[in-house]
């Protein structure tokens, strides 16, 4: 029997934006970078922060803190954000590291 592994659930376009704005400053992207995007492209920035997260889940993406610690997000840590309603901008404000892809 074939197995068939689903493909990620997140936003392709909030990724496709983030993986776009990273290969062009080439630098990690930090929490003034994902509000000036969300600004500047009119998307709510619990979707960015959401589609990091689930991003960084797969292995896509990831997290390093603010001492320069690789952070291990999964879905525990998601289902916080979400516990007290939507994402919202005070949110990132746990989150004062840097965000890039993975090595390939």
Known sequence: MQQINPEPIWDEGISSLLYGEYERMQV???IEDLRGFANEHA???GDILETLFLMAIYGEWQYTDAKGNHQV???GALDELYAKGRITDNDLDAFQGLW???AS
Do not use: G
């Open 28 to 30: 990690p992207l930090t």
């Open 43 to 45: 998307i709510r920035v």
């Open 73 to 75: 997000l999964d879905e």
């Open 100 to 102: 890039q892809p993975t």
